[in-house]
């Protein structure tokens, strides 16, 4: 069964304090994966799209990395407007144009 | 350039009742999905749809159906509603129905009682 696992599920960091999301997937034919942030009562925000191992984009403090099984968000020197749900969702091969989001990981940047 | 735009906002109805969610995608977009998002979990799938016709199915029961009319505009309708309906309803439009990241409205928030 195609599945999207994110973690940790809560990430709290300091100001200026890097770190890494990790996301985890196990799909039949990855089309592509892509990564979202969310703000409280709002839509995903688009940030990446990752279609093959070895892969990598950037974006202001954010980059995104992708392996076989796994996708990496990292977050250099975060400042507290990064604070918000960061998702992560694959786009499989069968079954379909299907897209499955994880869970999610809620970051708190304090300043 | 507008965004995408989705209709009622928030929604209350009653156990049973029968209701109607809109989205217009942006502009040249021809692909439009609809997922169904709990609160603290990430949006689940419902539909997809691609020059009108139903290109990807969730697992969600048949009360659940949709469609998107030439303009590209979608519909989403659930029927006999039930409390575990509740949640925020999210459509997301693509330029087509390639592996694109998703430009998603602000979503519908129902709540059922």
């Known amino acids: 069964e195609d599945q999207v696992t994110q973690s940790p599920e809560a990430l709290r960091l300091q100001e200026g304090e890097s770190s890494s999301l990790n996301c985890s997937y196990t799909?039949?034919?990855?089309?592509?994966l892509f990564w979202y942030r969310q703000d409280p009562g709002k839509g995903p925000e688009f940030l990446f799209t990752?279609?093959?191992a070895g892969e990598e984009k950037e974006k202001e403090r954010l980059k995104a990395t992708l392996t076989k099984k796994e996708s990496f968000l990292h977050i250099t020197a975060p400042k507290p407007e990064d604070s918000a749900t960061y998702l992560c969702?694959?786009?499989?091969?069968?079954?379909?144009?299907?897209?499955?989001f994880g869970a999610g990981t809620r970051l708190f940047v304090k300043a | 350039d507008a965004g995408v735009t989705q209709s009622p906002t928030h929604l209350i109805k009653t156990r049973g009742q029968q209701v109607t969610l809109r989205c217009s995608p942006i502009?040249?977009?021809?692909?439009v999905s609809w997922y169904q998002q709990v609160l603290g979990q990430g949006p689940q799938f419902i539909f997809q749809?691609?020059?009108?016709?139903?290109?990807g199915r969730g697992n969600f029961p048949d009360r659940f159906s949709a469609r998107q009319f030439p303009n590209y505009s979608s519909e989403l309708n659930v029927n006999a509603l039930l409390l575990g309906d509740s949640a925020l309803y999210l459509c997301?439009?693509?330029?087509?129905?390639?592996?694109?990241?998703?430009?998603f409205g602000s979503g519908t928030r129902l709540t059922v009682v």
């Open positions: 799909v039949s034919g990855l089309r592509g």
């Open positions: 990752l279609y093959s």
């Open positions: 997301a439009s693509s330029p087509s129905q390639g592996a694109y990241g998703y430009t």
């Open positions: 502009s040249g977009h021809k692909s």
């Open positions: 749809y691609y020059e009108k016709e139903e290109r």
């Open positions: 969702a694959v786009q499989a091969g069968t079954g379909g144009f299907k897209t499955i």
